[in-house]
């Protein structure tokens, strides 16, 4: 069974940073692409940012040149670095692994709150 954790959300002010973490734990699961989600109330899911294991990137354009995504191959984790935060940026984010089987699994969500 693959299990996919995320954490670091939380709550800060305009201008501020946060770092999320998705881990996905499992006897033989490898990530190969992650994808980092986000749906604020009342809205759609947006996508907001997508990594392979071999490190190509790509961004939503709402969050490109303020958000840095990464991973670590090693932790079988990624990372969401997010600066220069608005409170449009408020929502939950989500975690989305998929292997070399293409074998999918989300994270439960973390939530972002962005205010004064």
């Known amino acids: 069974q693959v299990q996919v954790v995320e954490s670091g959300g939380g709550l800060v002010q305009p201008g501020g940073s946060l770092r999320l973490s998705c881990t996905a734990s499992g006897s033989t699961f490898r990530i190969n692409v992650a994808g980092w989600y986000r749906q604020a109330p009342g809205k759609q899911r947006e996508f907001v940012a997508t990594?392979?294991?071999?490190?190509?990137?790509n961004y939503g354009d709402s969050v490109k040149a303020r958000f840095t995504v990464s991973i670590d191959n090693a932790k079988n984790t990624v990372y969401l670095q997010m600066n220069s935060l608005k409170p449009e940026d408020t929502a939950v984010y989500y975690c989305?692994?998929?292997?070399?089987?293409?074998?999918?699994?989300w994270g439960q969500g973390t939530q972002v709150t962005v205010s004064s």
């Open positions: 990594i392979s294991a071999g490190g190509g990137t």
């Open positions: 989305n692994v998929r292997d070399l089987l293409s074998e999918t699994y």
